[in-house]
Every structure is written in structure tokens, then in C-alpha cells.
């Protein structure tokens, strides 16, 4: 079945990858170093054919990886002296979103992340990184101080969503992502999107306007789940790598629609394969447009954040 | 300029797949107590129903005509259509999908444009279609509501929208998400420039509209007894695995949880509104009298 290939992409560079193990755990006979580096140089061309042609559902997976980076490694590998802040001063703390201030290089800032949490103690208590109205007014609060002390901003995405249950309803979750939209694109500090895995409509979006929009080149972007447009839409859920395709969740597609302004490369085989790279690009990246950003006279930064979302949609006049 | 009379009689009633617009007949059935009432009885009472109070659906242009001095209305931004842009097919191409919801509605999208006068004082007026797919915000839905309310900026006159949507529109993906975003930063403008905003909220509302400009409002207004919501309640009960509690996501549950101002009943909403607008902003001094009729 296609469908079943199409999932179990990632099986021979498991295969491959094992084969090179199992080699290397013998001791050091004659001419075994010579195979395994053949069998690493052809693990690293696997690598970069498969993830170089991933399909839209593929894409979603790797999103969702277990092993991808999540915005907390990405704070604690890439800032110092991270210090996290608690709660929303209305009704609780969501650790769903993590939020604080670090030093980026010589720079304080703000750092807001979603965060899904690695081990099934961790989700639950993480709410599997769907946040609740009182994540998203937490994040809020922490982006007005940065406002406050002229602090930018730099959040990290990667959320299935926003939580839908009855306490967040009755706390109004949709006003809490609506408030975060209206005054993400007015606050008055540099702003740098990062969407580093999976960007699950509002809730993402709620974390998501700002002067620079960015995205992993192999993380997703979308205004419903494929799984979800696929129950609605098909009225099936077998239906979910058609809807991934016909959602243009990707990375390459996203920056065609106008949605991202940069996509920045992962190494071969995905963020996951090559933890310690990734970090040292997205920090370059960072890097460069903190530092374009920062240049910016503020007036102008704002009318160009206002601009560039006011310019998204496709419609024709008649 | 198209200009526009309160119609004498309704347009006649959307049917198909949205069961709780009025459906011809002499008769109807009340979607919410049951009880067969007179159809005429229930149109007397703009559209609600005489034993139970419940809110039928109405069209965008039913509102419009509702709320403005003697139902004329400027509409505006016509001609504006959806592109396509992913060329996205599910069980039906959406081109097709348009084509039908142009055809059964005689609009162009979901929302419907207009300025006219509330009291004698101008406002500019958006009103949601919630028969045409859903009410589900696109592209098009995006940009006439972002017309909108740089009109009422440029102009300094209060903006009105009126919500009635299942949320975003899927098939325009992402973009969908994105023109959240993009009404959320023009409110944002408006709010500085002390301009009011009021925000209908009728049955529905739910999804990326709920969870943007739908919840913006200086003051959120719903109708009695719509669903309001950011997630859907079948999506909310699949997760928690448990029945909903009795009148969840209804207004009178939002005004209770602090996310409504008010709710007001069909037939009071426009005297209300203009009180309301009356308190916020003075009135505009009184320019020409607008021409009578089309
Ligand atoms: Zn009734």
C-alpha cells in the first residue's frame, strides 16, 4: 500500500543505520573501517535523497518527530542565563508555553515557545504543548514587559493547537488568541517568528505575528491538522496524506503563499538526525535578523509588520 | 452605487444542508422547542420563534436591512472573488464548491459590505453569510472585512461586524489562518485611532473567526442562545470524552464566563446598538440626506 510506504519513510535510514552499529560494536578488524565508512557516506546520501523529496505527509511526521528539537532545546542550547517566568496573574501557569528572558550572544530578550514535553510524564504535564487561555495571556504578559524594557522578541512554534475543553472555552480561549493577534502586531520591539516543528493553526498563529516569519525547512504550517481537514472534508481519516497534500503545509510552500519569509535549512535526514547542526544554523539565522531587525527605526518596523500580513490572501477584483 | 430597500418581503429562505433557517411552508417547525408554529408568525417576529424565543437563521442581508435607518445600505467592495490560490480539491474541487455557493446564495463569499446610516449617525456595516459554505472565513472574507475597517478609520466611522461562521475556510489553507491575523492588526489601528468597534455575535460563531476580530469588540454583543465558541463541540467532546454540559458555548454561557458584554434579543438590536454607539462617539454632523431608494 502507497500509504504505508509513504509512513514508513525514515525505514532504511533506520536499516542502514543499524547495519553501522552492529558493525562498529566488533572490535576493530581489518578493513572494517573501511566498510563503515562506506556504509556512513551512503547513510548520508540515504539522508539527503529521502528528506529531499519528502512528501507533504512525510513532512508532517518529521514535524512531529519524537526525537525533533523542541523550542526548550533550542532555549537552553542557543541562549544563557534563560530564566523562566510563571503565570498569567489571572488564573494559572500553563506550562504548555515556556516563557522567560535569556541572553541571546550580548542581547536580553524575550524567548516564548510552545513546548509538547519528551517524556509521557512531561506531555501530560505539558498538555502535549496545546495550550490554554492562560498560556497564551502568559506569553502575553512576557511580551508586554519586552515592550516595556525594549526587549525583543523571539517565540518558537510548535503546538498541535490550541487545547479544545471546557475549562479553556469557559476561560475564552478564543479571545485569548484574538488579544495576542491584535497586540502581537502593534507591540513596539523587534519580533522574530521561529515555527521549529509543527504550526497548528490559531493556537501557533497565536504565538505567530511578528516582523520575521520563519520556518524550519522541514516543520509544517496549517489552518487544521491534516487528520482533522481529512475527518472534515473526507469524512474519513485515511484520507490524511491526500489532505496534507491539498493543505500546503510545507515549508516550500508556505514561503510561495507569502505566509514565511525564510526557510532555514535542517541537515540532511532532518533536525533530529543532527541535533548540534541545527542549532548552530538557526543560530546564525537568528543572529543576522535580530541584528537587521535591532537597525530598524521602530515606526518603520511596525508598518512593515502591519504590511506584511495586510498583504496576505489571494483574491481577484472583476 | 448600489443602493438598497429593506426588502418588503424576506428573500426567500436558504434550504439544503443548514436545517435551522426558516424552510418554506405554511408551517414550521421549531428547530429548538419542536412545536409547529405559523410561518407567518415566526417572520412577523424577525424571524424568532413565538413560543420559545429561539433565533432562527437569517440572511446577511436580512440583518443589514434590519439594522440600518429604513434598511437602505451602501454595499460595498463588490466584485471581490476567491482565486483558488492552492487549487485545492477534496471530494469536489473547490472552484466547483464556489461556483455552487454562488449559485444557491447570489453572493460572491461570505460577507457582505456595506455603509448607511444607524440613527442618523454613519456606520459601516460587515455582515457574515453563514449559508454561503459555513460562513467560513477565505481570503475574500479576509480582505472585505480589512476594507472594512479601514474604511471606518479613514472615514472615523464606527465599524459593526456581524459574525456568523463555522471559522476558517480549509481550502484556502494557511491563507485562511493568516487573514486572523490581518483583520486582528487593522482592529488594532482602529482601537488606537478610539474609533468603536462592535461585535455581533450570532449563531454560529465559532473557530479563527471567534478567535479573532469576533472577540476584538470595545463591545462583544451575541444573540440569544447562538453558539460561540473557539473549538466545536463535537471536537471538544471527542477530546475530553464526556457529554457537554447543558447550554456550553450558548451566549448566555459567555456572558456568565465574562467573554460577552451583552445579549440582545433580534427585534431590540438595532435601537440598542445605536444607544450603544450613542455612548461610545459623538454623533457626525449631519451631512446631506442620503437619496431615497434605488
Ligand atoms: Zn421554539
Given at each position: 500500500m502507497a500509504s504505508m510506504e509513504e509512513q514508513d519513510f525514515e525505514k532504511p535510514i533506520e536499516d542502514l543505520t543499524r547495519r553501522i552499529e552492529e558493525l562498529s560494536g566488533f572490535g576493530a578488524q581489518q578493513g572494517r573501517e573501511r566498510e563503515i565508512k562506506k556504509l556512513q557516506d551512503r547513510l548520508q546520501r540515504l539522508r539527503e535523497e529521502i528528506y529531499a523529496k519528502l512528501t507533504p505527509w512525510q513532512a508532517t511526521l518529521v514535524a512531529r518527530h519524537p526525537q525533533r528539537p523542541y523550542p526548550a532545546d533550542y532555549i537552553e542550547t542557543l541562549f544563557t542565563d534563560f530564566i523562566e517566568f510563571h503565570g498569567d496573574r489571572k488564573f494559572a501557569d500553563d506550562p504548555a508555553i515556556l516563557a522567560g528572558f535569556a541572553m541571546f550572544h550580548e542581547t536580553p530578550v524575550a524567548v516564548i515557545g510552545h513546548q509538547k514535553g519528551r517524556d509521557t510524564k512531561e506531555k501530560i504535564r505539558r498538555n502535549f504543548g496545546m495550550p490554554r487561555p492562560e498560556g497564551y495571556r502568559k506569553a502575553l504578559r512576557i511580551m508586554k514587559m519586552a515592550e516595556k524594557f525594549g526587549r525583543p522578541v523571539l517565540t518558537f512554534i510548535d503546538t498541535p493547537g490550541a487545547y479544545p475543553g471546557i475549562g479553556a472555552e469557559e476561560r475564552g480561549q478564543a479571545e485569548a488568541i484574538a488579544v495576542n493577534l491584535r497586540e502581537m502586531s502593534r507591540l513596539k520591539v523587534p519580533i522574530i517568528v521561529t515555527i521549529t516543528g509543527e504550526g497548528g493553526s490559531g493556537g501557533a498563529l497565536a504565538l505567530g505575528v511578528g516582523d520575521h516569519i520563519q520556518i524550519l525547512a522541514h516543520s509544517i504550517y496549517a489552518v487544521i491538522s491534516p487528520e482533522g481537514c481529512a475527518a472534515i472534508l473526507?469524512?474519513?481519516?485515511?484520507k490524511k496524506q491526500e489532505a496534507a497534500r491539498a493543505l500546503k503545509l510545507t515549508a516550500p510552500d508556505l514561503k510561495k503563499l507569502g505566509i514565511v519569509d525564510e526557510i532555514v535549512p535542517e541537515p540532511p535526514g532532518g533536525a533530529h538526525a543532527h541535533r548540534e547542526r541545527m542549532f548552530e544554523i538557526l543560530e546564525r539565522v537568528l543572529q543576522r535578523n535580530l541584528e537587521s531587525l535591532r537597525s530598524r527605526d521602530m515606526a518603520d518596523l511596525l508598518a512593515g509588520r502591519h504590511a506584511k500580513f495586510r498583504a496576505m490572501g489571494s483574491v481577484k477584483i472583476l | 452605487m448600489a443602493w438598497f430597500k429593506k426588502n418588503k418581503q424576506p428573500k426567500a429562505p436558504i434550504t439544503g444542508e443548514?436545517?435551522?433557517?426558516i424552510p418554506e411552508g405554511l408551517w414550521v417547525k421549531c428547530d429548538s422547542c419542536k412545536e409547529i408554529i405559523y410561518r407567518k408568525e415566526v417572520l412577523a417576529r424577525a424571524n424568532v420563534c413565538p413560543k420559545c424565543n429561539y433565533h432562527f437563521r437569517i440572511s446577511a442581508r436580512e440583518r443589514l436591512a434590519a439594522l440600518f435607518d429604513n434598511g437602505i445600505y451602501e454595499e460595498l467592495d463588490l466584485g471581490i472573488v476567491a482565486t483558488d490560490p492552492l487549487r485545492f480539491t477534496d471530494t469536489k474541487p473547490y472552484k466547483d464548491r464556489l461556483k455552487q455557493y454562488r449559485e444557491k446564495t447570489g453572493m460572491e463569499d461570505a460577507v457582505i459590505n456595506a455603509a448607511g446610516r444607524m440613527g442618523g449617525s454613519p456606520v459601516v456595516i460587515s455582515a457574515m453569510e453563514y449559508a454561503f459554505m459555513g460562513g467560513s472565513m477565505g481570503s475574500v472574507v479576509g480582505e472585505k472585512i480589512a476594507l472594512n475597517v479601514e474604511r471606518a478609520l479613514e472615514r472615523r466611522h464606527p465599524l459593526i461586524v456581524i459574525s456568523a461562521s463555522g471559522?476558517?475556510?480549509?481550502?484556502?489553507g494557511v491563507l485562511s489562518l493568516m487573514q486572523m491575523a490581518k483583520i486582528s492588526s487593522l482592529l488594532g489601528k482602529l482601537d488606537d485611532a478610539s474609533i468603536p468597534y462592535l461585535s455581533i455575535l450570532t449563531d454560529p460563531t465559532t473557530g479563527g473567526v471567534t478567535a479573532s476580530f469576533a472577540m476584538l469588540g470595545d463591545l462583544n454583543i451575541a444573540e440569544p442562545r447562538a453558539l460561540i465558541g473557539f473549538a466545536g463541540p463535537r471536537v471538544i467532546e471527542q477530546t475530553i470524552r464526556q457529554k457537554l454540559p447543558e447550554?456550553?458555548?450558548r451566549s448566555e454561557f459567555l456572558l456568565e464566563h465574562g467573554m460577552v458584554d451583552l445579549i440582545f434579543e433580534r427585534k431590540e438590536m438595532r435601537e440598542k446598538l445605536i444607544t450603544c454607539l450613542r455612548l461610545l462617539m459623538d454623533p457626525v454632523p449631519a451631512e446631506p440626506a442620503l437619496p431615497a431608494g434605488s
Amino acid at each position: 500500500m502507497a500509504s504505508m510506504e509513504e509512513q514508513d519513510f525514515e525505514k532504511p535510514i533506520e536499516d542502514l543505520t543499524r547495519r553501522i552499529e552492529e558493525l562498529s560494536g566488533f572490535g576493530a578488524q581489518q578493513g572494517r573501517e573501511r566498510e563503515i565508512k562506506k556504509l556512513q557516506d551512503r547513510l548520508q546520501r540515504l539522508r539527503e535523497e529521502i528528506y529531499a523529496k519528502l512528501t507533504p505527509w512525510q513532512a508532517t511526521l518529521v514535524a512531529r518527530h519524537p526525537q525533533r528539537p523542541y523550542p526548550a532545546d533550542y532555549i537552553e542550547t542557543l541562549f544563557t542565563d534563560f530564566i523562566e517566568f510563571h503565570g498569567d496573574r489571572k488564573f494559572a501557569d500553563d506550562p504548555a508555553i515556556l516563557a522567560g528572558f535569556a541572553m541571546f550572544h550580548e542581547t536580553p530578550v524575550a524567548v516564548i515557545g510552545h513546548q509538547k514535553g519528551r517524556d509521557t510524564k512531561e506531555k501530560i504535564r505539558r498538555n502535549f504543548g496545546m495550550p490554554r487561555p492562560e498560556g497564551y495571556r502568559k506569553a502575553l504578559r512576557i511580551m508586554k514587559m519586552a515592550e516595556k524594557f525594549g526587549r525583543p522578541v523571539l517565540t518558537f512554534i510548535d503546538t498541535p493547537g490550541a487545547y479544545p475543553g471546557i475549562g479553556a472555552e469557559e476561560r475564552g480561549q478564543a479571545e485569548a488568541i484574538a488579544v495576542n493577534l491584535r497586540e502581537m502586531s502593534r507591540l513596539k520591539v523587534p519580533i522574530i517568528v521561529t515555527i521549529t516543528g509543527e504550526g497548528g493553526s490559531g493556537g501557533a498563529l497565536a504565538l505567530g505575528v511578528g516582523d520575521h516569519i520563519q520556518i524550519l525547512a522541514h516543520s509544517i504550517y496549517a489552518v487544521i491538522s491534516p487528520e482533522g481537514c481529512a475527518a472534515i472534508l473526507w469524512k474519513s481519516n485515511e484520507k490524511k496524506q491526500e489532505a496534507a497534500r491539498a493543505l500546503k503545509l510545507t515549508a516550500p510552500d508556505l514561503k510561495k503563499l507569502g505566509i514565511v519569509d525564510e526557510i532555514v535549512p535542517e541537515p540532511p535526514g532532518g533536525a533530529h538526525a543532527h541535533r548540534e547542526r541545527m542549532f548552530e544554523i538557526l543560530e546564525r539565522v537568528l543572529q543576522r535578523n535580530l541584528e537587521s531587525l535591532r537597525s530598524r527605526d521602530m515606526a518603520d518596523l511596525l508598518a512593515g509588520r502591519h504590511a506584511k500580513f495586510r498583504a496576505m490572501g489571494s483574491v481577484k477584483i472583476l | 452605487m448600489a443602493w438598497f430597500k429593506k426588502n418588503k418581503q424576506p428573500k426567500a429562505p436558504i434550504t439544503g444542508e443548514d436545517r435551522t433557517v426558516i424552510p418554506e411552508g405554511l408551517w414550521v417547525k421549531c428547530d429548538s422547542c419542536k412545536e409547529i408554529i405559523y410561518r407567518k408568525e415566526v417572520l412577523a417576529r424577525a424571524n424568532v420563534c413565538p413560543k420559545c424565543n429561539y433565533h432562527f437563521r437569517i440572511s446577511a442581508r436580512e440583518r443589514l436591512a434590519a439594522l440600518f435607518d429604513n434598511g437602505i445600505y451602501e454595499e460595498l467592495d463588490l466584485g471581490i472573488v476567491a482565486t483558488d490560490p492552492l487549487r485545492f480539491t477534496d471530494t469536489k474541487p473547490y472552484k466547483d464548491r464556489l461556483k455552487q455557493y454562488r449559485e444557491k446564495t447570489g453572493m460572491e463569499d461570505a460577507v457582505i459590505n456595506a455603509a448607511g446610516r444607524m440613527g442618523g449617525s454613519p456606520v459601516v456595516i460587515s455582515a457574515m453569510e453563514y449559508a454561503f459554505m459555513g460562513g467560513s472565513m477565505g481570503s475574500v472574507v479576509g480582505e472585505k472585512i480589512a476594507l472594512n475597517v479601514e474604511r471606518a478609520l479613514e472615514r472615523r466611522h464606527p465599524l459593526i461586524v456581524i459574525s456568523a461562521s463555522g471559522g476558517a475556510r480549509m481550502q484556502e489553507g494557511v491563507l485562511s489562518l493568516m487573514q486572523m491575523a490581518k483583520i486582528s492588526s487593522l482592529l488594532g489601528k482602529l482601537d488606537d485611532a478610539s474609533i468603536p468597534y462592535l461585535s455581533i455575535l450570532t449563531d454560529p460563531t465559532t473557530g479563527g473567526v471567534t478567535a479573532s476580530f469576533a472577540m476584538l469588540g470595545d463591545l462583544n454583543i451575541a444573540e440569544p442562545r447562538a453558539l460561540i465558541g473557539f473549538a466545536g463541540p463535537r471536537v471538544i467532546e471527542q477530546t475530553i470524552r464526556q457529554k457537554l454540559p447543558e447550554g456550553f458555548q450558548r451566549s448566555e454561557f459567555l456572558l456568565e464566563h465574562g467573554m460577552v458584554d451583552l445579549i440582545f434579543e433580534r427585534k431590540e438590536m438595532r435601537e440598542k446598538l445605536i444607544t450603544c454607539l450613542r455612548l461610545l462617539m459623538d454623533p457626525v454632523p449631519a451631512e446631506p440626506a442620503l437619496p431615497a431608494g434605488s
